[in-house]
């Protein structure tokens, strides 16, 4: 199957299977947030196609963002923001951003203040695992044990509940595979993208 391209009126750096092969318990709600590395050669043409996804997805509850840039590679955050203001209100995350240094009034906010840390910091931000729905705990336990020590190891490392964890990472995993099976079928990301 060709990978269909997001737009296409002056070409297109970013392909729809790539982000339903990275995204896709995002896109059936199942999940707050989802990141991927994109190529590209113009980034006229990235803004382009971040642009046209964000007009069909937003409607649906879905925000698609560049949060970093390196050379001619973007990191790309694909979120429900709802979902993302829930997580975020957690009294353990609050906590844990708070101690990171973020004092924010709003969820954009958080997410500029994110963005900022990813730019300005040569150590990667790990509260980012917040932003992608990780358990506080989890999270404050890879900060903790700078990522060692874990009780298991699958799209996060686990601290804390291992059970809870691991069936959550099989939901994920046959989420993804469906949908990636729906995208070679021709159905567009639209399609795939639950309404919320």
Known sequence: MRE??????????????????H?????????????????????????DDLRALNKNLMPRGVRILPVRYYGNRALIYLYRPERLSLDLSDNDALALLKARGYH???????VIQLMKRLKASEEFPHEIGLFLGYPPSDVKGFIDNHGKACKYSGCWKVYSDEQSACRLFEKYRRCTEIYCLKC?????????????
């Open 104 to 110: 924010c009034s709003c969820t954009d906010q958080y």
């Open 23 to 47: 995204c896709s318990p995002t896109l059936a709600g199942i999940k707050t947030g989802s990141l991927f590395n994109c190529s590209y050669e113009n980034e006229e043409m990235l803004y």
């Open 184 to 196: 070679a079928q021709g159905v567009s990301i639209d399609r795939l993208t639950v309404a919320r």
């Open 4 to 21: 269909k391209l997001i737009s296409h009126a002056r070409g297109s750096c970013m392909r729809e299977e790539l982000i339903i092969r």
